[in-house]
């Protein structure tokens, strides 16, 4: 089976929301997810009403809604970003130690986290760049990577100077092994598979390119691990 592509004029590279959007249509109907802090959180704007996905937030609440917008806004009800959120019907709210016995305790379906980093077995680097004047954000991240059912990455494909971040190995500090299912970014969407990186979706390019720019063999394999 041959990945889609997306190849319209000005669609590619996808923008964050487009990506948020991609992977709020990608969510599974009923499941329990985390989105982590940055890009991330954007999903939660494009989630269908009827989807009945319940948000989780790393400082304690279930069923977060969209982004609050004017008077929506809430000072006291924010997500683990500190951006302010809206609540839906039935939202609950509980104490930080809760919240995390959820994510470490196999209770989330799906969590949604940035990257600096995936390599090609799905090791996530997202804590630290290791550069000597970076500040080390570990946050929740190590424990919804290992504690989540399935993780999902959404970042740009490669960094403001051109460098891949899907690589054969992480240069950076880890945060998990072997633990990202599965990578969206601006020019693809990718599977991590047993048997390596799978392409799922392109966008205004195709296989042999997206693999000469990330120096990495790409499948086109139906993907193994695939929500």
Known sequence: ????????????????????????????????????????????????????????????????????????????????????????PGAAYFHHADSFAMMRGGHLDICV????????RGDLANWHTGAPDAIPAVGGAMDLAIGAKKVFVMMDLFTRHGTPKLVPECSYPLTGLACVNRVYTDIAVFDITPHGVSVR?????DVQDLADALDMPLLTTPPERAA
């Open 113 to 120: 986290l940035g990257a600096f980093q995936v390599s090609a």
């Open 1 to 88: 089976m041959s990945p889609t592509s997306s190849q319209a004029p000005g669609q590619s590279p996808l923008s964050k929301h487009d990506i948020a959007a991609l992977i709020a249509r990608d969510i599974p109907h009923g499941s329990y997810v985390n989105l982590g802090i940055g890009q991330p959180t954007l999903v939660a704007d494009h989630l269908s009403p009827t989807s009945g996905v319940v948000l989780h937030t790393e400082n304690g609440m279930l069923n977060m809604g969209p982004a609050a917008h004017e008077e929506q806004v809430d000072p006291d009800l924010t997500n683990a970003g500190k951006v302010p959120v809206t609540e839906l």
């Open 201 to 205: 979706q392109t966008f205004g390019i």
